[in-house]
């Protein structure tokens, strides 16, 4: 019996089958692409061939190559310094008075265009204080209270020489006085090149610290020759003391040559001046006011009578003209019984000027008088006061206008009688009201 043989039958997928048509097409494509790849490398190759077969010669051109070294840029500079000789002269005011100072500009670099500021003020004193400024040949810039200064922007022209003048107001209050001033002058610059607006591009900025002070002022007690003739007491414990003199200066040691002095105070001019200059150094070693300036006076009462010592010394002699100048000066000073003067020191100073004044502190207004004779009568109704010979002083108050009147008879006690009779013309004392030019001297 034959067997039956099973067929198995597998699902082909039938996309995966390529006809015999496709295998052949696909073959035919590749033929086709090999083909075309070698026909168009050779076609490269005879290309390339002709190419070079065509050149005949080669053109160039001549070039050549420079190198710039060691160059170096650099920006611009702007630069410049002031320069001032010294602080405000004078170094103190009383209201009305000015100091001057000048600062100079000066330029190391570019011209700049600058202003001026003031600023960084320190002290009570700034607010009552005008300036005034100019530049160069320009005149006064500026005129005005201080803290508001500010002038400017002016381009630099050497040289740039400013003057600064201050002047303290003449309605200043009397709390014032002794204060001081501290400020700086701001000089702002920027460049002028490529006509850059004021304070844009480089710029520099310089100060300069100023100091003014005001003058503490104070009537300070003086005293005339009639009081001191009459009141060795008080005198004698300043001896001694020293005058002037050509060669050695005349040492004033002993009473009898202070009485000398005085007695002989109408025998020349110089000796006007030595009485005189005596009296003022009694004044200020009681008084305490050598330091002081005078009203209307560039020196103090020290200074002016170191003048006098120096007019002394001299060899030869100035004349009589210059002498009686001097002799004025101090009389007239000798002579007001109240200097208005004025210390440079600050009121916080270590010295109150309770102390220079302590001797007459009881002194009443009384003391201005305008009848000369009549001052000498006041003054000695003080210096009980100071309590020197108290019970031998109260009886002459009433008498002294008398004895002013003719100080000189007091040398009648000496031996020599003919001393009394020239003597009472002389007025020693009273003289500076029968001499009014006293009352014009330029201190």
Known sequence: MRSRRKTKFHRIETSLIESPFEIFACKIKERDFFKLSSLKTLAILVIFALGLNSIGQVLSSFNDTEASKDNVFSAGALDFILSSPSDFLPVAL????????????????????????????????????????????????YSGNLEGFAYGPVVFDAPDTWSFTLTLL???????????????????GSQTRNDLSFGTGFNDTEEISSNIASKSCDNLETRTMGYWKNHSSVYLPYLPQFLGAIGTDEIIDTEEKVDDIFDDYNLSIRNKLKGQLLVMKFNIAHFGMGDYVPINSTNTVNQIVAQADDLLRQDPAPSDSVLEEMKDLLDYLNNLHQIAACSLTPQNSTEPEEVILEPVIEEPAVIIETGTTTQEAVVPEEIPAEGEAIAEQAPVIEEQPAIEEQPIDQPAEEPTPPAPEPEPTPEPEPTPASEPVNETIDL
């Open 170 to 188: 003449s309605d200043t209050p009397e709390s014032a006085q002794g204060q001081t001033c501290q400020y700086n002058s701001v000089f702002f």
């Open 94 to 141: 009383v209201p009305g008075e000015s100091a001057t100072r000048t600062i100079e500009l000066l330029n190391t670099a570019n011209i700049p265009q600058y202003n001026i500021t003031a600023g960084s003020f320190v002290g009570d004193l700034c607010q009552y204080l005008d300036v005034e400024v100019s530049l160069d040949e320009l005149g006064v810039l």
